[in-house]
């Protein structure tokens, strides 16, 4: 398991972008599952809300002290699982930052 310096486990992901807000969609460090956390309004940088969150997990994990969310530079896809995501457009990591 991938960790930060402090020891913490780092969740990777990509944005996803709804009609309202940005979301962290990505796999859990601790269960495995797919996770959601949200990164802000539109009208804000997503980057800002990436860092340590509490994990969603259903089923409780020893030593569960949450998870760093980070960007998944390897996810440029424009689809899940091989299917087109209808509603979601997801945003490759260089692209994060098209808003000043």
């Known amino acids: 398991m991938e960790t930060d310096p402090e020891g913490y486990p780092i969740a990777r992901g990509h944005i996803v972008r709804t009609s309202d807000c940005y979301l962290w969609r990505g ?12 990164l ?16 969603h997990c259903l089923q409780p994990h020893p030593h569960d002290r949450g998870y760093i969310l980070a960007l998944d530079e390897t996810r440029l896809s424009h689809c899940v699982g091989g299917k087109p995501n209808p509603g979601y457009d997801i945003i490759p990591p260089e692209e994060v930052a098209w808003q000043a």
């Open 27 to 38: 796999r859990c460090p601790l269960c495995g599952k797919r996770h959601v956390h949200g």
């Open 40 to 55: 802000g309004p539109l009208a804000g940088d997503p980057k800002d809300y990436l860092g340590h969150r509490v994990s």
